[in-house]
């Protein structure tokens, strides 16, 4: 019997994407999967659209604090064994993605895979840093203190983990992700599973407000033990150097393809 796996989107004004994410979603070939949508009160298309799959999905629309508010709600509401946040501009990267992925997850461990990331013009490229088995200190948690390297899609947890660490901290509006990382690296080790890939679209919500990202980033390091002037010294090089540079490789390598949306 295959185990329950809960997927989770939260999203709010997703019309542009979330049909494609919906779509990747329900065309997975694995049997025992229950799909939430948690909807912030969407004012464009979105909830019509979602209207579309009712039979197929369950949603919820109702004005919240944000993307980890949300997510909090989802995991009151989710009854499967593993849970799966795939936001509203993220697909699988084929149909078998999860049938592959279920049977190597481990419940006391961070369960992670691979991400790629997706531009509008259709051109696809790994992340700059990627957080793989291969790195011999993959299992150490300093790694994280000076770059992210493992996005949130690219996880999957037990609701076991979930209930021993507890909920998103809604003190970060952009970063609670990294937050609930270190506090799971704290108790679990990592699990890498090659057949999990995700692509995740470019320009999301982190991305549009990168200073603010970083700087949650920042403290978040600071907190779990990263001395405060070498944290603070990332940053500013992730703003002043870094990130310039990954986005201009980003902008000579990518093509005319056909656009993704």
């Known amino acids: 019997t295959q185990p329950k796996l809960s997927v989770v989107t939260v999203c709010r004004n997703s019309e542009l ?3 494609k994410t919906v779509e990747s979603v329900l065309s997975q070939d694995y049997s025992n999967l229950e799909y939430i949508v948690i909807d912030g009160n969407s004012q464009d298309r979105t909830l019509s659209i979602l209207k579309e799959y009712s039979n197929q999905l369950s949603v919820i629309s109702e004005a919240d604090q944000g993307y980890y ?4 709600k989802a995991l009151k509401v989710a009854t499967g064994e593993w ?4 936001n509203s501009d993220d697909f699988y990267a084929n149909t078998s993605t999860l049938s592959r992925t279920v049977p190597l997850l481990k419940v006391d461990a961070l369960n992670y895979g691979s991400i790629s990331r997706c531009f509008y013009n259709g051109t696809k490229k790994g992340l700059p840093f990627r957080y793989e088995s291969r790195w011999p200190w993959r299992n150490k948690k300093w790694q994280f203190w000076f770059t992210t390297s493992m996005l949130h899609p690219s996880m999957i947890l037990s609701r076991t983990v979930y209930k021993k660490i507890g909920d998103y901290s809604m003190r970060w509006q952009l970063s609670s992700d990294i937050d609930l990382i270190l506090r799971v690296l704290s108790q679990f080790p990592l699990n890498y599973i ?33 001395p405060k002037p070498l944290a603070y010294s990332v940053f500013y090089f ?4 870094l990130w310039p540079l990954i986005d201009f490789f980003d902008k000579t390598d990518q093509k005319k393809n056909k656009p993704l949306y």
């Open 17 to 19: 994407t979330i049909r």
């Open 69 to 72: 508010h949300g997510a909090n």
């Open 83 to 86: 849970v799966h946040f795939l």
């Open 194 to 226: 090659p057949e999990m890939s995700v692509s995740v679209l470019q320009g999301g919500m982190s991305q549009k407000q990168r200073e603010k990202s970083a700087f949650e980033f920042a403290q978040i390091t600071v907190e779990n033990g990263f």
């Open 238 to 241: 992730k703003m002043q150097a």
